[in-house]
């Protein structure tokens, strides 16, 4: 019989017989804790209208960057994984033998990690069978995942009671009329929670190619009237109460650099401006992020709504790719960003404000112990997010926990997100993360930096009152 990795007991553990004990114990205290997702992209009618899964390849390979990624990498044009326009079955065929040839590719990996636990503990596919996943039986593979997909119980209702899935929050458009996440709210048959987060990238970011059309609209629907840079500040703010009223608890900006600004009135009116004529600089671009992140900060403090930063991402770095296939495919790279200075501004003003919670990731690890645990251990307003993108993973997620422990400690962190779209890898990618925090306490109790009995608790409070108390569930 085939061993099965995805389903050894002690997977991510220590190898130190010991410390693995200590491990084994602490996971044992988490391991069925219900999921608290409180950053993510799984579309909120996936669940609302509980439709069934496509076909294994649009589920598994085509819209996971993770996945296509490496085996672009390895030679396979895009267009043969499932993506451009009229892929029917015999694309999606070929876009699995190309993912079942590439698959050794993904030793190591975390997208590896969590594809193996799906394939035995989602899809139910033998262990002889993923361990030997390749060309010889990718057919069969693509079959046996298919046939699971028809099954009845195989929708996305059920699987977030099977995935045990408490809060999973989606991530929106501000001018999104939220119908799904209502329609979930006002069912009685679901008990889960699917909460709508406000993402205003592209009504903030001049540099978007819609930039100007967008916030034509949003002013022309949410301002009340009002004209010009107020009106556009008043369309935010009531768009972002639309959002708080059907049960959003966070905003996110996913900017490219962390850069806050604090404008006078009339040089963030005269930008504004200048970005509606179309004769803004870049210069004048990053100044208006800058200080509409400022402007964030301060709706945050009023409305209560969680302020979360993803920046350090060079968003579609290959053009042509870009240019036929759209953002999201594979090509986004990380680079150094400058936190200390950044959020110099926003913190100043709100950085000890009353209930205010500023949550900062990052794709650039350098910061975590020279800037992100220094800051979290002063301001109270700060948490230090969880690793995220290429930093979940679970030699970079035990490389945080010692970068930010020692000067933050447990409190000041943000409780694991999976920050994905990937819905079957949600289970394997929070069981991946308790699995590792429990590896660092055991370390620490192995070395006699804390008692057993303590990281008995620090492991439920990193697990589930972390994420609770950070986004205020």
Known sequence: ?????????????????????????????????????????????????????????????????????????????????????????????????????????FDGTASGYWLRSEFEHVFGLPAEMVESFGPENADAVYAAIAAKLAEPDFRPRKLFEDFRIEVLATTDDPLDSLEAHERLAKDESFRGRVLPTFRPDAYINVAHPEWAERVERLTAEASGGVGGFAGYLRALESRRRYFVDHGAVSADHG????????????????????????????????????????????????????????????????????????????????????????????????????????????????????????????????????????????DAMLRFRSAVTETAGFSRSSGFIDDTRAYCSIPARHDTSRRVEASFLARLVAEHRVTEARAHELIVDVVDRAPRRVFKL
Request: hydrophobic fraction near 40%; charge should be negative.
């Open 255 to 394: 900017v490219r650099t962390p850069l806050t600004l604090r404008l006078e009135q009339s040089e963030a009116e005269a930008l504004f401006d200048k970005a509606r004529r179309g004769d803004v600089t870049a210069a004048d671009r990053d100044a208006f992020e800058a200080h509409m992140m400022w402007e964030m900060a301060r709706m945050s403090v009023e409305d209560g709504l969680v302020m979360t930063i993803h920046p350090g991402s060079y968003r579609n770095h290959h053009g042509p790719t870009f240019a036929a296939y759209g953002g999201d495919t594979g090509h986004d790279i990380p680079f150094a960003v400058n936190y200390t200075e950044g959020v110099h501004a926003l913190l100043q003003d709100f950085g000890t404000a009353k209930d205010f919670h500023l949550v900062l990731f990052t794709l650039d690890e350098t910061v975590f112990s020279r800037e992100l645990a220094p800051l979290a251990g002063f301001y109270p307003s700060v948490y230090i997010g969880a690793p995220w993108w290429f930093l979940d993973a679970p």
């Open 1 to 105: 019989m085939t061993d099965s990795l995805a389903a050894h007991p002690d997977r991510l553990f220590p190898a130190d017989p010991g410390t693995r004990r200590i491990a084994r114990e602490l996971y044992a205290d988490v391991e069925h804790f219900p999921i608290l997702s409180p950053h993510g992209h799984v579309p909120a009618e996936w669940i609302a209208d509980d439709v069934p899964f496509p076909d294994p390849t649009a589920l598994l390979v085509t819209p996971d960057h993770y996945v296509t990624r490496l085996i672009h990498a390895s030679g396979v044009p895009l267009s043969e994984l499932g993506f451009g326009e009229g892929q029917g079955r015999e694309a999606s065929l070929q876009g699995w033998r190309h993912f079942a040839e590439a698959w050794p590719l």
